[in-house]
């Protein structure tokens, strides 16, 4: 999934609209409206910004990769319930899905290996 999708995806998820965005952004409509076109690309200030605003990583908007869109961001999400659980949940107002739960729970299965594994080295 390229830039331009993913950007409109992650809008979307959180039901706002292009002018939502672009004001939090500090930029014009049109202009974000072209970033989600793919007929512009973002400043890396910019990027940053939308990388924020969305709470996610820029590699994440930025990577092609071929990997599933909802897997990638159930990871971020997850990865928000693991690093301030109480402020990130009642933030989504009880949104938190078996997905989302799910991934932070792989997450922290991995960081308990590599402890594991850091420790008998």
Do not use: C, W
Request: hydrophobic residues 35%; charged residues 40%; aromatic residues 8%.
């Amino acid at each position: 999934m390229n830039f331009p999708t993913k950007l409109k995806k992650l809008r979307e998820e959180k039901k706002l609209k292009q002018q939502d965005v672009a004001d939090k952004l500090g930029i014009a409509r049109t202009t974000y409206a072209s970033y989600e076109q793919g007929k512009r690309e973002p400043d890396h200030a910019t990027l940053v910004k939308i990388a924020d605003f969305f709470g996610v990583s820029l590699d994440f908007l930025l990577r092609d990769a071929s990997e599933d869109f909802q897997d990638e961001f159930f990871k971020d999400e997850a990865k928000k319930i693991l690093n301030d659980p109480k402020t990130f949940i009642a933030a989504r107002d009880g949104e938190v899905t078996d997905e989302i739960v799910q991934a932070a729970l792989e997450i922290i299965v991995e960081q308990l290996k590599e402890g594991r594994k850091k420790k008998s080295d």
